[in-house]
């Protein structure tokens, strides 16, 4: 199965085989079975058997420019997972944005199952804004039907392909950074200095007590679930800081239900704590990217408030 080439020399990935609903499995990838309730999985992903790649069938992504580009050429009824599918697959690759564009308007049965479908991507935007999503869309009473929708107006629309991808790159963000870690000792204590020096560059001191501790409990939980080498991203909008740790395993990541007596199992529990949202993407040909945002105005540790008995 071939790769489609990116317009600047890298290839992309592009439309996978829908996702199998829990809980079947696929037989080679046994880690992704359905969990009990001893564990939750984390939400608004899509973890299935790893994608396969190949510009094949009604939806082609690939990157222009770190701008990725969706293109669905069909009904989108019949391939709304693969679209959904496609944006975790593009965000998971830290693009400047991602445009979705409908190549032809809905028949009149599947115009609000549409509006629906393409609603359900503002969830990203709603957690991480300073990755915009943007959909062209041909019909002009979906278009509106989309902006009336709570999760559909927070994504951008544009008249064409390529105005939606000078409006992206014109509004790309000022301030991102990425460091490359081995798997070692070390690995924790490097990402932590680096979130630190990068927080002081860019201005972001209310940053600087939260933020080591979620760059370190997502690069241990990493490197002791996942091993080998890992990525870290940090990005700022706003005022608000993401942090954003990719590593090579594709299985999807989970928070145990709390052992008091155990010393394990509390790394995503102190994230999701300490953050403003959180969440995890598969990434295309295995791995995922798991990330945290701490709000403009986050708190440090020590000024949290102390809690109450009820």
Same mark, same amino acid.
């Given at each position: 199965m071939t790769q489609r080439p990116t317009t600047d020399g890298q290839s992309g990935p592009t439309r996978s085989p829908p996702p199998s609903p829990p809980p079947s499995t696929s037989p080679d990838e046994p880690s992704r079975s359905w969990r009990g309730p001893s564990e939750r999985t984390w939400l608004d992903a899509t973890w299935s058997a790893r994608a396969a790649l190949g510009s094949q069938g009604q939806v082609t992504? +690939?990157?222009?420019r770190g701008v990725w580009l969706i293109e669905v050429d069909g009904d989108f009824a019949d391939?709304?997972?693969?679209?959904?599918?496609?944006?975790?697959?593009?965000?998971?690759?830290?693009p400047k944005g991602v445009v979705c564009s409908l190549m032809? =308007?809905? &028949?009149?049965?599947?115009?609000?199952?549409?509006?629906?479908?393409?609603?359900?991507?503002?969830?990203?935007?709603?957690?991480?804004? &300073?990755? =915009?999503?943007?959909?062209?869309? =041909?019909?002009?009473?979906?278009?509106?039907?989309?902006?009336?929708? =709570?999760?559909g107006r927070l994504l951008t629309q544009s008249s064409s392909l390529l105005q939606a991808w000078a409006w992206i790159s014109a509004h790309a963000?000022?301030?991102?950074?990425?460091?490359h870690l081995g798997c070692d000792a070390l690995t924790a204590r490097t990402a932590r200095q680096f979130l630190s020096r990068t927080c002081v560059m860019w201005d972001l001191s209310q940053h600087l007590a939260s933020g080591p501790v979620i760059v370190?409990?997502?690069?241990?939980?990493?490197?002791?679930?996942?091993?080998?080498?890992?990525?870290?991203?940090?990005?700022? +909008?706003?005022?608000?800081?993401?942090?954003?740790?990719r590593d090579r395993d594709g299985a999807s990541p989970v928070t145990p239900?709390?052992?008091?007596?155990?010393?394990r199992g509390r790394g995503l529990r102190i994230v999701e704590t300490l953050a403003q949202s959180s969440g995890a993407l598969p990434a295309a040909g295995g791995g995922k990217l798991v990330w945290a945002v701490l709000g403009p105005d986050s708190q440090g540790i020590e000024e949290r408030p102390a809690a109450r008995d009820s």
């Open positions: 992504a +690939y990157r222009h391939v709304s997972q693969d679209v959904d599918l496609a944006i975790q697959f593009a965000l998971a690759e830290i032809h =308007p809905p &028949g009149a049965a599947g115009a609000a199952g549409l509006v629906e479908a393409l609603a359900s991507a503002g969830r990203h935007v709603r957690r991480w804004p &300073g990755t =915009p999503i943007v959909v062209v869309c =041909p019909d002009s009473a979906t278009s509106a039907a989309l902006a009336r929708h =709570p999760d963000l000022e301030h991102t950074a990425q460091l370190s409990e997502l690069v241990t939980n990493a490197v002791q679930h996942a091993g080998g080498e890992v990525d870290v991203f940090l990005a700022e +909008y706003a005022g608000s800081l993401r942090i954003a740790v239900v709390l052992d008091l007596e155990s010393l």
